[in-house]
């Protein structure tokens, strides 16, 4: 089960087709279509129940969203707080300027 499978079966659930889950995810009607199949097969359970026209969701597939949709909030609660880690650790150079004086310059120095 991945993460893709998850967030392709919440959409496909929550606009009841593979069509308008996969504009809502800027992905093709079949990368949806086949994700949830993948996902039915590994699971060993149905997850929705295919109309001629629209989708809808198996007592197994009311679990899996209310789930599902709990694991894509979490990852993406996760992803904005290593957002933060990675504005706040930013690596800053600071370059701190160093007057060493030539060989010749020292022997001037020492003379006065």
Do not use: D, W
């Not at 392709?8 to 990368?31: D, I, M, P, Q």
């Not at 097969?41 to 809808?56: A, C, M, N, Q």
């Amino acid at each position: 089960m991945t993460l893709e499978q998850i967030a392709y079966f919440v959409a496909s659930a929550e606009t009841g087709s593979f069509s308008a889950a996969a504009k809502r995810l800027y992905v093709t009607h079949s990368s949806v279509s086949r994700g949830v199949s993948t996902l039915e097969r590994e699971l060993g359970v149905s997850l929705l129940v295919r109309g001629r026209k629209t989708l809808s969701c198996t007592s197994a597939g009311q679990e899996f969203l209310v789930r599902g949709r709990e694991i894509l909030k979490e990852t993406m609660a996760l992803r904005e707080t290593m957002r933060k880690f990675q504005t706040n650790r930013r690596l800053h150079i600071v370059s701190i300027g160093a007057y060493i004086p030539k060989r010749s310059e020292e022997r001037r120095v020492g003379k006065e």
